[in-house]
């Protein structure tokens, strides 16, 4: 919601949200187009704000996208590892199972976007976008989400102390490619099933992924 100050009978935007409007708009068109895909020009008219109040609130085009990534992703961090550490406090003597700690990793984020969805859903889409990316997926998805999918990382090596290291990291990989193409919603999903699925049900994702996801991991550690 817009917030107005009064002053010398004019009213003007709260500048904290000018900064949010550019911010919403830069997500949703990085998500649709990619970051080269976008100008500062587009965002700013999407933003409905003049040129010149993006190099106000940010230094740069990509000082713009590094606030975008951060501002929520601190958030999704906390709340998966603390998901994480409420399975393993339930746990005390002996690891959790391979799926109880994937629903951890997972279900807080589908959780988020069912409930918020018009909140959430361009950063996750932008999130899908980085990660099948050449140019951005190592980097960044590197610097914003590998010190928390490494603590998941050791606590499926528990739950799974024989797998060898490859199997663990690429079941990690399917993982991932799963979780991502699940956040984009393309609609695939709907067409090839006739309406019998739908890209956007998350209760049904939810359900699903972790029991197929652990099955992944369990066949390939379990041999």
């Known amino acids: 919601m817009l917030k107005f100050k009064y002053g010398d009978g004019v009213i003007k935007k709260d500048k904290q949200t000018t900064r949010e409007r550019i911010l919403d708009a830069a997500e949703e068109l990085f998500a649709h187009k990619g970051y080269e895909g976008v100008s500062i020009r587009q965002i700013m008219a999407k933003a409905e704000a003049d040129v010149s109040l993006a190099y106000y609130h940010f230094k740069s085009k990509r000082d713009l996208f590094n606030e975008i990534m951060l501002r929520r992703v601190e958030i999704l961090n906390d709340i998966r590892l603390k998901a994480l550490e409420a399975v393993e406090e339930r746990h005390p003597g002996n690891a959790p199972s391979v799926e109880e700690i994937i629903d951890a990793f997972t279900h807080p984020l589908l959780d988020l976007l069912a409930r918020e969805h018009e909140e959430w859903k361009y950063y996750f889409q932008l999130i ?96």
């Open 128 to 223: 899908a976008h980085i990660n099948n990316s050449p140019d951005w997926g190592g980097e960044l998805m590197t610097r914003y989400f590998d010190p928390l999918v490494r603590r998941f990382l050791e606590a499926l090596k528990k739950a799974l102390p024989d797998c060898d290291d490859a199997d663990l990291y690429w079941s990690y990989h399917f993982l991932s490619g799963a979780l991502t193409l699940t956040f984009a919603e393309t609609g695939r999903l709907d067409n090839l099933s006739g309406g019998a699925a739908k890209s956007s049900d998350m209760a049904s994702v939810v359900d699903r992924m972790p029991k197929f996801l652990a099955a992944g991991f369990e066949r390939l550690c379990k041999k």
